[in-house]
């Protein structure tokens, strides 16, 4: 026979003075209780419940590590695919707070002149810049600013960046020069140091900016006592400072920029052009990282390089975390086979592509990942006991899922298709059936696999028959990231507003102390949650 429980009247009764209530029912799951019972969860399944506000979304503060030593006040980084990160959408991202990785599918030449381009966007001082002789012509500065995005160039007696500095050329010299005179010298057009404003050496950055803004020039050289060029100062840098508050820098006041390198020894030589170029951390691009391949890596790296910040991955599991921690990584990427043009979990029948007959069609499985939130909880929760941040990267598609990753432990995301077909992107926009797009492939797709690079971070360079572990598609124009971007950093505010957390740290916190609570979503309450009973419509 079944009984009704009694109700305890005291309990629930309102205190007579304040006129509050004093019992209030346990309601939704802790991420323990929803992701600990032995099922594989999306983001899709399941809901954060609300909290309680007692601040504006403006308040809540984004600051987040992305290494032990790196933090970026916008959680948000780009992913090292060759339809994502090249420069303009490192220079970009890290304008807007975030940090782009550069993808290793090209020459260690060319990854290297990207973060280098990345890195001579924005500075303070800048050490070693760029200069030439008054023997150089006009046509060789046009060429350093196809390069380099610049074309105020000091010039110096020997041409070094460390000579005695004898004047400066810029556009402007040389603006109205037919095209017959691309070879005049230098020393012909340029603004002689005797009509250059300069400082020494004792001068601030502050001075410095002060006497730029006060002279109008574009242009500050700081020489030493005897005349030599030591650093330079640019007035567009003062322009960057204002209208990006949030970038991210390094010590230098240089833009932080990543950039990826696979497990393979070959690539110790591009890590070292990436860091003479000046990259601040590296991704070692591994589709399954617990390997013994990318143990080595992390190890050399650490031992050579003390000062570049390393991340490991992709893992999914503690135990696979662990061998990476122990390494000495300075953070983790987690993700496995989640990302939309990622298939190392699927089964299905495509093209394959043999070596020697390019047109075999099979069937294949790779059958292994394991799903995002799920793989996001249970390695953040191991990995934050050692100190060592987590990147939440694949199954982004929306900014819930960026608030549910970060509440799950995620320190930041890595986006791939969110920021795919954005201006910033590399490739050029197309058209199709009226829709603007842009080309969107996964690393492990045949089509990337053509480039060596591609085929190491999945271990297949040496494969006879090349098994896809993603696809090539297209993605819709989402226009700037720099309208883009701060949609998604609203977006997110709003979400911890909802949450009551004021900041990344607290989400993290309220999450692992039970406050924040959780509830699964049945395949009908996530149609119920999602537009309908609509016949159209549109998001405006």
Known sequence: MNFIQPVDLEKISNDEESGETSYVPEDGL?????????????YNDFLILPGFIDFSAD?????????????????????????????????????????????????????????????????????????????????????????????????????????????????????????????????????????????????????????????????????????????????????????????SKDD?????????????????????????????????????????????????IKQTYQDLQVIGGNVVTAAQAKNLIDAGVDGLRVGMGSGSICITQEEMSNQMTVLAEPHVSGSYLMAVGRPQATAVYKVAEYARRFGVPVIADGGIQNVGHITKALALGATTVMMGSLLAATSESPGEYFYSDGVRLKKYRGMGSIDAMENRASQARYFGEKDKVRVAQGVSGSVQDKGSIHTFIPYLVSGLQHGCQDIGAKSLSQLRSMMYTGEL????????????????????????
């Open 517 to 540: 609570r959780l509830e699964k979503r049945t395949a009908s309450a996530q149609v119920e949650g999602g537009v309908h009973g609509l016949h159209r419509w549109a998001m405006r």
């Open 59 to 247: 308040q809540v503060d984004m600051t987040s590590a992305l290494t032990k030593k790196i933090s970026l006040k916008t959680p948000m980084v780009s992913s090292p695919m060759d339809t994502v990160t090249e420069s303009d959408m490192a220079i970009g991202i890290a304008l807007l707070g975030g940090m782009g990785f550069i993808h290793a599918n090209c020459t260690p030449e060319k990854q290297a002149s990207y973060v280098r381009r990345v890195k001579r966007y924005e500075q303070g001082f800048i050490q070693n810049p760029v200069t030439l002789g008054p023997k150089n012509t006009v046509e060789d500065v046009k060429l350093l600013k196809t390069q380099y995005g610049f074309s105020g160039i000091p010039i110096t007696e020997d041409g070094l960046s460390n000579g005695r500095l004898v004047g400066l050329v810029s556009s402007r010299d040389f603006d109205f020069l037919p095209c017959k005179d691309k070879g005049v010298l230098l020393e012909k057009v340029m603004t002689p140091l005797s009509e250059l404003i300069f400082a020494d050496t004792s001068v601030t950055l502050a001075e410095a900016n002060a006497t730029l803004s006060k002279s109008k020039k574009g242009k500050l050289p700081i020489v030493d006592k005897d005349g030599n060029l030591v650093s330079l100062i640019a007035r567009t840098d003062l322009k960057k400072n204002r209208n990006f508050p949030l970038a």
């Open 252 to 300: 230098h006041k240089q833009l932080l920029c990543g950039a990826a390198i696979s497990t393979h020894e070959e690539d110790r030589h591009r890590l070292s052009l990436l860091v003479d170029a000046g990259v601040d951390a590296v991704i070692l691009d591994s589709s399954q990282g617990n390997s013994i391949y990318q143990i080595e890596m992390v190890k050399y």
């Open 30 to 42: 802790t991420a323990t209780q929803l992701l600990n019972n032995g099922d594989g969860l999306t």
